[in-house]
């Protein structure tokens, strides 16, 4: 029997740090609500969309950082969302900044959960490739302080989930091949990336006119060489004077645009996904038991770049 997942890309316009959780959270159910009502099981949302995209602005106290975060999910304004999913039978996929305690000690985490049509939460990610810098950079008319508000993540899952194996990633992720080659090894059918991405890049303003098409060409190869789907949903437009690229779509497992959204506001792209799709790339090109040559491999973990090793020495010196 087929596989099918409607999916809606729940792409949203900007968010003014004035904005309330009451007022995003009636832009969410908005689109929820607009996603049933076009048959979907499932909407995706972007990067940190519960709050303007903070990492552009340097802040010394840490409590007006932690405004940000969200130390339960779901909260006091987030259980809505889970309530109306539950009710009108829709799963969804959520960023947020998340601030707990683990081991006694307080940390903070760029993330996304996945939850069901029973308005369960069936996997958690946190992001691993943190973009940007950890120090106040004043020569930058917007900071991008990642490093310096988040500690990365520790791998990439993936759940069964909506009929398929589902996995998620998050933004600047997906334009590092591992991210999808680690779910690609655990059979993932559809990978679901949220993303806050400007225009403009301060250290090499040369890639700005390229920033939209950069962004189709990581995720449609990561969805082509790994047999999946992928759902990129940005936060775009105009926020606090930072422009963002938008450009969310829905790629097949073969590379192509199935749907995309066309403005830089809240808006949902609609897909009919056949999962059993997969099928014709991960039994055929990619069916990696077959293909792949893992013993070639090595450097990629040994080493982190050219010239440092995986645990932070340099490497060594040939001869």
Not at 17 to 42: F, N
Not at 82 to 109: H, K, N, P, Q, S
Not at 197 to 206: D, G
Not at 231 to 246: F, L, M, N, R, S
Request: contains cysteine; negative net charge.
């Amino acid at each position: 029997m087929a596989r099918f997942v409607t999916i809606a890309a729940g792409q949203l316009g900007p968010i003014a740090r004035s904005e309330t959780r009451t007022a995003v959270m009636a832009r969410l159910t908005a689109l929820m609500r607009q996603a049933r009502a076009c048959g979907c099981d499932l909407i995706v949302y972007p990067e940190l969309a519960l709050t303007t995209f903070f990492p552009r602005w340097y802040f010394e106290d840490q409590a007006e950082i932690d405004d940000f975060f969200e130390r339960e999910m779901p909260g006091p304004e987030t259980q809505a969302l889970f309530d109306l999913a539950r009710e009108l039978g829709i799963g969804f996929c959520l960023g947020y900044a998340e601030l707990t305690v683990e081991a006694g000690l307080v940390r903070r985490y760029n993330t996304s959960i996945l939850v069901d049509k029973s308005g369960a939460i069936v996997l958690k990610y946190r992001k691993v490739h943190l973009p940007g810098h950890a120090e106040h950079e004043p020569w930058r008319e917007f900071q991008h302080l990642e490093k310096r508000y988040f500690e990365p993540g520790s791998g990439f899952g993936v759940a069964d989930a909506f009929g398929g194996v589902m996995g998620m990633a998050i933004c600047n992720d997906r334009r590092w091949s591992e991210t999808y080659r680690v779910m690609g090894l655990q059979g993932v059918e559809m990978v679901l990336i949220g993303y806050n991405t400007p225009v403009h890049n301060p250290p090499a303003p040369e890639h700005d006119d390229l920033s939209l098409f950069h962004n189709h060409l990581v995720m449609q190869a990561g969805a082509y060489q790994n047999g999946t789907f992928v759902v990129g949903v940005a936060k775009a437009g105009i926020e606090e004077g930072g422009d963002h690229i938008g450009g969310s779509c829905i790629i097949a497992p073969s590379g192509e645009i199935m749907a995309a959204c066309t403005t830089k506001g809240d808006e949902i792209a609609l897909a009919r996904c056949d999962l059993d799709l997969c099928n014709s790339y991960k039994r055929t090109t990619f069916n990696f038991d077959v293909h792949r040559q893992p013993r070639a491999y090595g450097m990629i973990v040994e080493r982190k770049g050219v010239t440092t090793m995986a645990d932070g020495t340099p490497v060594p010196r040939k001869g």
